[in-house]
């Protein structure tokens, strides 16, 4: 029999993940790929190795829409992909898409985060 997961009990995380544009999230949705910042890859990862399940939650900015969400399925790695095509971000990750739907801020409006003073989940 397989034994379970180290990470089946932990903590179920969620990030909001914003885009400078829709290209990004469509090579997301299509490879199951993604690359962030230098500066969000720790706290990814710690979040990756503590808890049972990572939710990324994506937004272009300036939409007022979210487009869907994933789950983290692999920590980050090193490599980095071309598809970005920014010197800006680092090592690319395995996503795989849940929901592939755009959805405006407003119908989120009650969900508040309560390690950003309250403040809406947009």
Same mark, same amino acid.
């Given at each position: 029999?397989?034994?379970?997961?180290?990470?089946?009990?932990?903590?179920?995380?969620?990030?909001?993940?914003?885009?400078?544009?829709?290209?990004?999230?469509?090579?997301?949705?299509?490879?199951?790929?993604?690359?962030?910042?230098?500066?969000?890859?720790?706290?990814?990862?710690?979040?990756?190795?503590?808890?049972?399940?990572?939710?990324?939650?994506?937004?272009? /900015?300036?939409?007022?829409?979210?487009?869907? !969400?994933?789950?983290?399925?692999?920590?980050?790695?090193?490599?980095?992909?071309?598809?970005?095509?920014?010197?800006? !971000?680092?090592?690319? !990750?395995?996503?795989?898409?849940?929901?592939?739907?755009?959805?405006?801020?407003?119908?989120?409006?009650?969900?508040?985060?309560?390690?950003?003073?309250?403040?809406?989940? /947009?």
């Amino acid at each position: 029999s397989e034994s379970p997961s180290p990470r089946q009990n932990m903590l179920v995380r969620y990030f909001i993940m914003k885009s400078n544009n829709l290209k990004n999230i469509e090579i997301s949705q299509q490879k199951g790929i993604w690359s962030t910042t230098p500066s969000n890859e720790t706290k990814l990862n710690g979040a990756f190795w503590e808890s049972s399940t990572v939710y990324l939650i994506f937004s272009v /900015q300036g939409s007022g829409h979210f487009q869907g !969400f994933a789950t983290m399925c692999s920590p980050i790695g090193c490599e980095k992909s071309q598809d970005w095509g920014s010197a800006g !971000f680092g090592g690319v !990750f395995k996503v795989e898409w849940i929901r592939k739907e755009s959805i405006p801020f407003q119908f989120a409006h009650n969900l508040l985060n309560p390690w950003n003073d309250n403040k809406k989940v /947009q």
